[in-house]
């Protein structure tokens, strides 16, 4: 059984940072691309920012410059290191992950945490 475990969310001034953690866990063959998305109240989940196996990255206009995603495949985890955050950042942010065991592959999603900026 796999499983994605996000960490790191909460209460933050606007200006602030927050560094969010996702790991996976159980019988994993391999990791392809990791990203993490966010869903405010009311509005559809979006893709923020995603990284290869190989460690290239795409990031959402939103968040460029501020943003930084980055994995440690030693640790079948995956970092957001979201810097400068606005009001509008706040949403419950997810973690996805492209893996493969030995069913087969498919995506994978964490449970979500909470990210809140306050103005």
């Known amino acids: 059984q796999v499983q994605l475990v996000e960490s790191g969310g909460g209460l933050v001034q606007a200006g602030g940072s927050l560094r969010l953690s996702c790991a996976a866990s159980g019988r994993i063959s391999s990791i392809n691309a990791m990203g993490w998305y966010r869903q405010a109240p009311g509005k559809q989940r979006e893709l923020i920012a995603s990284?290869?196996?190989?460690?290239?990255?795409t990031y959402a206009d939103v968040v460029k410059g501020r943003f930084t995603i980055s994995r440690d495949n030693t640790k079948n985890t995956v970092y957001l290191e979201m810097n400068s955050l606005k009001p509008e950042d706040t949403a419950v942010y997810y973690c996805?992950?492209?893996?493969?065991?030995?069913?087969?592959?498919?995506?994978?999603w964490g449970q979500g945490t909470q990210v809140t900026v306050s103005s």
């Open positions: 990284i290869t196996s190989g460690g290239t990255t």
């Open positions: 996805k992950a492209d893996l493969r065991t030995l069913l087969g592959r498919r995506d994978y």
